[in-house]
């Protein structure tokens, strides 16, 4: 088992991404402690863990520095450190967000493209973003990160080691025009991802990132079918990801595997996006 007598975190762990990270750190022997927003949602997935260590939920907004150094202070008094943290609570809206408005607008511009007519249909989507939307979408992001790193780090420093995975985006490396908060958020992961990996190297800490493509999960639900066969079509690889895609990259960059491996990201999008 790759992550034996190991204590890892993972943020947003009640669906999604989360969940199937959760799951398979379980079955290579790490303590998972699931958060999210939801008790019972995060109480759902600690039910499914199959390991030889029982894993514990905990609920909490990682958007709340108060929330997050509570959360913390739980797991140091009860599993008396943290050796791997996962940064993946998010969110695909922000308050005000119509994403079928979005859908809708996509479907016409694919369309459109098809049809051969060269009309440009615009989203707006930075102009018509509100205040609460953006700033819900970098609080979540960018500052839940930002959270639990800085308390990830005072645990880990008494261990000399651990590793931090990021959950960023392919669309921080190619913009998201339908989003631009979300591809705000998702970037700035990416350059604290490198500052943070520098800044705690010398304490045996590795700090990378992930940028999934298109994955199957709640998050990208609401695509409609057109949507889809558009991004499958862009794919290479010819399909969307699981998201055991990802988590199998987490594990990576969680365990000993990736031990020469700090300040990067690995990006498993199917050739959606090739650097």
């Known amino acids: 088992m790759k992550l034996a007598d190991r204590v890892a975190l993972v943020t947003g762990g009640g669906s999604g991404l989360g969940r199937a990270i959760a799951l398979l ?11 999210d ?17 029982p894993g514990r939920a905990i609920a909490a907004d990682v958007a709340d520095s108060a929330q997050v150094k509570a959360m913390f202070a739980t797991i140091e008094r009860e599993l008396g450190g943290l050796d791997i943290l996962v940064n993946n609570a998010g969110i695909a809206a922000g308050p005000g967000d119509d994403r079928a408005a979005i859908s809708r607008k996509a479907d016409a511009r694919i369309m459109e493209a098809v049809s051969g007519q060269g009309v440009q249909t615009h989203f707006d989507a930075t102009q018509n973003l509100s205040d609460e ?13 930002f959270f639990c790193t800085r308390e990830a780090i005072r645990l880990m420093r008494g261990r000399r080691g651990g590793a931090i995975i990021n959950l960023s985006s392919v669309a921080a490396l190619t913009g998201l025009e339908a989003a631009p908060h979300y591809s705000a958020a998702k970037g700035g992961i990416l350059a604290f991802t490198r500052a ?20 199957d999960t709640p998050m990208t639900e609401p695509m409609s079918p057109l949507i889809r066969a558009a ?4 794919t290479p690889l010819g399909r969307t990801g699981e998201p055991r895609d990802v988590a199998t990259t987490a594990l990576f960059l969680a365990s000993d595997d990736s031990a020469f491996f700090t300040g990067q990201w690995l990006s498993p999008n199917g050739g959606l996006f090739i650097a």
């Open 231 to 234: 991004v499958i079509a862009r």
């Open 196 to 215: 943070v990996a520098r800044d705690v190297a010398s304490r045996g800490i590795r700090v990378n990132a992930i940028c999934p493509g298109y994955i």
């Open 37 to 53: 927003l939801r008790r019972e949602t995060a109480e759902k997935t600690v039910a499914e863990l199959k390991g030889p260590v």
């Open 25 to 35: 750190f379980a079955e290579e022997g790490a303590q998972v402690v699931v958060n």
């Open 133 to 145: 939307s953006w700033r819900r979408m970098i609080a979540v992001h960018l500052d839940g990160t």
